[in-house]
């Protein structure tokens, strides 16, 4: 017998949707809402969901008894309560290896963008200023430092880009021993705060969590030069953002690259829309094509296996 998976509008990508669509029965779900979730999950006695960034949680798991499976189509897990699903039996999966080029690829064009004031540039041939380029100076890449904090999956792949440069790469990861950094030529940081003053570009790939929910606040920004820039590829929350408007507003740092916001969507007269140092991507990281197409053939491949009982490498919350 077929297995009842459900999905949510907008789904994932067709390669994904045609493979449940052949190896399951596959009902969808018109948005995200709880309230939503709950009835259709229950109408179709799902077995299992697929997820974005809709938010999974207890409520939902007491609620719905058929649940046995919940699929991440992406790495983070924050929009999910993994601790309640182990509780429930739930099985949750991710595909850890579905996006991580795009992001690293991602944070050089902010790295990029930032050392040549691509933004501000692009604004003033477009405002008749052509010649206030004689004010501005921009920098080479080539020989300045990184940090990258949170040197997983994503962050090894932005060293691995970076050194390409000539970048000089330092990792401040307490998970990731010295002898393993220097494998991949990453000096280790032992100290956040003794990376931040050395940085020229600091760039964050950690999940949030409680350690990390605001790493990035008014002391650590203080830590850094004048003449660094931030970017945010991780999690919103990751930067307390007040800290980060207050550390530009004081030239504390020199600007930001953020993909990623506390609230998404932000509210329109958010503080840092005003500040030209500062460039925004709507969450946008890991969507490429090619990642979305990867991420959606995993997905949808390791819940049709999982449901038939068989091993899966992204099984997050072995039980
Ligand atoms: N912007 C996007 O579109 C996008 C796409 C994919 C992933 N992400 C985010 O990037 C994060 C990282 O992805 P990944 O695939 O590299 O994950 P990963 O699990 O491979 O790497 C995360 C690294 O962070 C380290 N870490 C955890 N807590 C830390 C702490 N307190 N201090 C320092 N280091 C810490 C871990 O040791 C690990 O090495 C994800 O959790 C997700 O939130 C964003």
Redesign the pocket.
Known sequence: MKHNVLLIRPTIQPNGVAYLEENSHVCYAPNGQKETLIRYINENQTEAVITRSEQIDKEIMDACTSLKVIGQH???L?NIDVQEATRHKIKVLNV?DG??IS?AE?TMAFILALSRSLRINDCSVRKDAWYSRENRYTMEVCQKNLLI???????RAVAKRAKAFGMQVMA?????TKEDMEKIGVEKIDRLEEGLKRADFVTL?????K??HC?MSAEQFRSMKDSAYIIN???GPVIDEEALVQALENNEIAGAGL??LSVEPPRADHPLFSMDQVIFTP?????TREAKMRTSELLSKSIIDVLDGQEVYNWVNKF
Do not use: A, K, Q, S
């Open positions: 992406g790495v983070g924050d850890p996006n991580y992001v991602h904090v949170g040197l997983g999956r994503i962050g401040y990861d307490g998970f990731v790939h950690v999940p949030l969590t350690e990390t790493m590829m991780g999690r993909d990623v969450h946008i990281g890991g969507d």
